[in-house]
C-alpha cells in the first residue's frame, strides 16, 4: 500500500513540469541518439507498393506481386536497380537534343536578322551622310566656284562607301 502512495509522492510525479523536464532530457540524450544511429542504420523505405489495390507485398524489398514482369524489370528491386531510370535519362537526352537543334535554329535566324537589319541601318545612314557632304559641298561650290574642287571628285574622295 505504500508503494502505490510513493507514486503520488514522487517529487517528479507530482511536478508535472519536472517530469516534461525529465522526459525532454530522455530524448535529447546524446548517448540514446548515438545508440539509435548505431543500432538502427538508414535503410531503404518502403514505398508500400503492396498496398495497392489490397494486394500484399512480395518479400522484402521486391516489387509488389500484383506488378507485371516488365514493371517489375523498370523499377527494380533495392539490390538490382530497374532499367527505367535509363530510358528516362535517355528519354532527357533526346529530348534536350531536339531543343538545342531547335535552339541553334533559331540563333542562325536571329543572326541573320541582326545582319539584314545592321546592313539597313547602315544603308540609310550612309545615304543620308553621302546627301548631306553632296549638298555642302554644292553650297560651297555655288559660293566660290574656283576655290574648291568638283562635286563630283569631292564626293568619290570624302564620300561614305
Known amino acids: 500500500?505504500?508503494?502505490?502512495?510513493?507514486?503520488?509522492?514522487?517529487?517528479?510525479?507530482?511536478n508535472p513540469l519536472a517530469q516534461?523536464?525529465?522526459?525532454?532530457?530522455?530524448?535529447?540524450d546524446?548517448?540514446?541518439?548515438?545508440?539509435?544511429?548505431?543500432?538502427?542504420p538508414l535503410q531503404t523505405p518502403d514505398l508500400g507498393f503492396g498496398v495497392l489495390g489490397g494486394a500484399a507485398a512480395g518479400?522484402?524489398?521486391?516489387?509488389?506481386?500484383?506488378?507485371?514482369?516488365?514493371m517489375k524489370g523498370m523499377i527494380g528491386t533495392k539490390d538490382q536497380p530497374g532499367w527505367g531510370g535509363m530510358a528516362l535519362g535517355t528519354a532527357s537526352a533526346l529530348g534536350n537534343a531536339?531543343?538545342?537543334m531547335q535552339q541553334?535554329?533559331?540563333?542562325?535566324?536571329?543572326?541573320?536578322?541582326?545582319?539584314?537589319?545592321?546592313?539597313?541601318?547602315?544603308d540609310a545612314q550612309r545615304q543620308t551622310t553621302n546627301t548631306a557632304l553632296?549638298?555642302?559641298?554644292?553650297?560651297?561650290?555655288?559660293?566660290n566656284p574656283?576655290?574648291?574642287?568638283?562635286?563630283?571628285?569631292?564626293?568619290?574622295e570624302n564620300g561614305v562607301k
Open 1 to 14: 500500500m505504500y508503494q502505490s502512495l510513493n507514486k503520488y509522492l514522487d517529487p517528479i510525479s507530482a
Open 20 to 28: 516534461v523536464q525529465q522526459n525532454a532530457m530522455q530524448t535529447l
Open 30 to 40: 546524446p548517448n540514446r541518439i548515438l545508440q539509435q544511429a548505431v543500432a538502427a
Open 59 to 70: 518479400a522484402a524489398g521486391d516489387a509488389a506481386s500484383w506488378m507485371p514482369e516488365w
Open 98 to 100: 531536339f531543343m538545342g
Open 104 to 122: 541553334y535554329g533559331l540563333a542562325k535566324k536571329t543572326l541573320a536578322e541582326n545582319q539584314r537589319q545592321f546592313q539597313a541601318n547602315y
Open 134 to 143: 553632296e549638298d555642302r559641298q554644292r553650297a560651297r561650290v555655288a559660293a
Open 146 to 156: 574656283g576655290a574648291y574642287q568638283s562635286v563630283g571628285d569631292y564626293m568619290r
